[in-house]
């Protein structure tokens, strides 16, 4: 069983590694486009000016960074699942003398391992640049507020997925009209800090998404065999 986990996990890092490095080099020059965009508002402006913007009015001048873990997971998520789909590997994976459930958890893992590791780089970079101009108190409530976008990203990745894999319709609309109701919220947001308290709610609805992966894949295999 090791041995087609480790298959699984490697066979996933060849299909993704090159859509992976275009990936991480586009948030990488996205994220890098925010933080210069930043430096230049100190250019233009007074730094007292600045620092009352965005201190003392909580405002955002990087909130178009909260778009992109969300088109991250989504894009990512389709590049991975697709082709499986499409091309009916995933139902031939779900003939082998393996548990179906972990299969298919191998998969999401191998996916939701490649986002945090790119995730996680946008954040600490966002942050270490961020830090060069503000202060600690600042960046720290900056790093649970964009924190809390990426985890989203990565709940987006698990959404896709699981429509993805569902092989019935209203299943598939019924969860995105759902959790898409769940995700809106998040940018209602403006100012700095109104978000942290939603880390643990979004946390918990990436186990939701986990399981519901479950019963899609209960779904499509039931589907396989009546096929």
Known sequence: MKNAVRGIFYKEWIKLRFFYAFLFLFN??????INLDIYTLFRLDHGEIVWYRLIGLKQMPYQALIF????????????QFL?????????????LPYNNVLLVYCHL??????????????VLFFCGMLSHRLPFEYCQ????????????????????????????KYMR??????????????????????TVELLPVYMGMAVVLL?????????????SVQA
């Open 28 to 33: 990488f020059l996205f994220v890098l486009w």
């Open 173 to 194: 609309i019924y969860y995105l009209m759902v959790f898409s109701a769940l995700l809106i919220p998040l940018y209602s947001f403006r100012q700095l800090g109104q």
């Open 109 to 122: 893992f191998s996916g939701i391992f490649l986002l945090f590791v790119l995730f996680l780089f946008d």
């Open 211 to 223: 399981i519901c992966a479950v019963l899609s894949i209960y779904h499509y295999r039931l589907r």
């Open 68 to 79: 992109l873990p969300m088109i991250s997971g989504f894009v990512f998520a389709f590049w």
């Open 83 to 95: 082709p499986e789909m499409r091309e009916e590997r995933l139902r031939l994976a779900l003939h």
């Open 141 to 168: 409530t900056a790093f649970l507020t964009v924190a809390l976008w990426f985890i989203a990203g990565i709940n987006g990745y698990l959404i896709c997925s699981v429509i993805l894999i569902e092989p019935q």
